[in-house]
């Protein structure tokens, strides 16, 4: 066995695990929309099911492709009077994590190297260990909203600088002005942009912006996972340009052949009639209203999520100690130490898994036990 996979540590498991084993406990650890698949959606691939189930087209269903367009061309920048993106651009991928994986992979040799922000979402580290390229993690921005100079200094020097907005774990959500100072910076430094978009119809008395916008050398990452309540269907995809897409295909060609033809008829139908995705986001925010104010209460240090499903508080003690009691109580959330390295007191809530009910009933407990 490769030592470089042995090595991968999946220490944050110690917590589903441990969570797993307690018969009552709110689960803020699991990054997923408590809700179920909306049901037309199911039923488009239900209908799907009348075809013939081949292999889909490497670069996934003309269909798909033209709506995932038509999406991207909605975003801020995009579309008729910014940059006009083609159906050519995209490429279906396996879920949002395949996306990442082709780029990681086509792009990326054992000494080139790869920006994360501190904190991140931990996948962007893991992908990297399996890949073999090197990365370093360092905080993109200081409280004036402005990039740091360490920052500036890492993505100058990288191959490859991931930006994820809204961000998981802090739900972080750029500004116009700071997509623009980082797609510049990228741009000028000849360093290729990630922008890891998968949460982007999910913000909060926030516009979204893409950095991608601000960046002649980039790729945005996008998925049907969050912003419509489909993580199981594995539907992810990159936009690129055509010459680019040519080559991330085939790693995907390597490693999956294709995305699954079942879940395509299903993502069709959800970014095409998606008024789904307002009646979940009016339902995140209430809950990240409700969040924000127990966490008040509890007078823990953090910043009030702009978008995503996350919050990121400083709780003031050892995460991974914090944690491990609080499971024993009854609420599970998942140590911010494995995110990053000023992390070490944070905890990752999401508030996407949970009712309203619950995140009283789990600060009700929090409240007694701290
Ligand atoms: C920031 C970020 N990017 C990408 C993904 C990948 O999502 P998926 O592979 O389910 O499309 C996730 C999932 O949690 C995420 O949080």
């Known amino acids: 066995m490769r030592k470089r996979i042995q090595n991968i540590n999946l220490s944050i498991r110690k917590i589903s695990e441990k969570a797993a084993k307690q018969d009552r406990i709110v689960r803020f650890d699991i990054g997923q929309p408590s809700f179920d698949t909306p049901e037309h959606v199911k039923n488009a691939a239900k209908k799907g099911l009348e075809n013939k189930q081949g292999y889909s087209p490497m670069l996934g269903l003309p269909k798909l492709r033209k709506a995932i367009i038509e999406e991207e061309n909605s975003k801020n920048g995009f579309g008729e009077e910014g940059k006009l993106l083609e159906k050519e651009?995209?490429?279906?991928?396996?879920?949002?994590?395949?996306?990442?994986?082709?780029?990681?992979?086509?792009?990326?040799?054992?000494?080139d190297k790869a920006v994360f922000n501190d904190p991140c979402w931990g996948p962007y580290k893991m992908i990297s260990e399996v890949n073999g390229n090197q990365w370093?993690?360092?905080?993109?921005?200081?409280?004036?909203?402005?990039?740091?100079?360490?920052?500036?200094?890492?993505?100058?020097?990288?191959?490859?600088?991931?930006?994820?907005?809204?961000?998981?774990?802090?739900?972080?959500?750029?500004?116009?002005?700071?997509a623009k100072e980082i797609g510049e910076l990228a741009d000028q430094n000849n360093t290729f942009l990630v922008s890891d978009e998968v949460y982007h119809r999910l913000t909060y008395g926030r516009e979204h912006y893409?950095?991608?916008?601000?960046?002649?050398?980039?790729?945005?990452?996008?998925?049907?996972?969050?912003?419509?309540?489909m993580t199981g269907w594995r539907i992810g995809w990159i936009v690129d340009k055509t010459e680019n897409i040519e080559q991330y295909a085939k790693v995907s060609r390597a490693s999956t052949a294709c995305p699954p033809r079942i879940s395509q008829y299903a993502a069709i139908e959800a970014l095409e009639n998606d008024s789904h995705v307002e009646k979940m986001r009016k339902t995140y925010e209430k809950?990240?209203?409700?969040?924000?104010?127990?966490m008040e209460q509890l007078n823990w240090d953090f910043v009030a999520p702009e978008g995503a499903i996350y919050a990121f508080p400083e709780i003031g003690e050892d995460s991974w100690e914090f944690c491990m009691r609080m499971i024993d109580e009854g609420v599970a959330m998942v140590p911010g130490e494995p995110m990053g390295p000023e992390s070490s007191q944070n905890v990752r809530i999401c508030f996407g898994s949970t009712t309203t009910?619950?995140?009283?009933?789990?600060?009700?407990?929090?409240?007694?036990?701290i």
């Not at 809950?287 to 127990?294: A, F, H, K, M, T």
């Not at 009910?357 to 036990?369: G, L, P, S, V, Y």
């Open 89 to 111: 651009h995209v490429m279906v991928t396996t879920g949002g994590m395949g996306a990442l994986y082709s780029i990681f992979a086509a792009r990326l040799g054992s000494e």
């Open 136 to 178: 370093s993690q360092v905080k993109y921005w200081d409280e004036d909203r402005k990039l740091t100079e360490q920052a500036k200094e890492e993505i100058a020097e990288a191959e490859l600088v991931v930006v994820n907005t809204p961000g998981n774990p802090t739900g972080y959500t750029l500004t116009r002005e700071q």
């Open 210 to 229: 893409s950095p991608a916008e601000f960046s002649c050398d980039s790729a945005i990452i996008g998925s049907a996972s969050k912003n419509h309540a």
């Open 287 to 294: 809950r990240r209203d409700l969040l924000v104010e127990r």
């Open 357 to 369: 009910e619950e995140i009283n009933k789990a600060f009700d407990i929090i409240e007694e036990n």
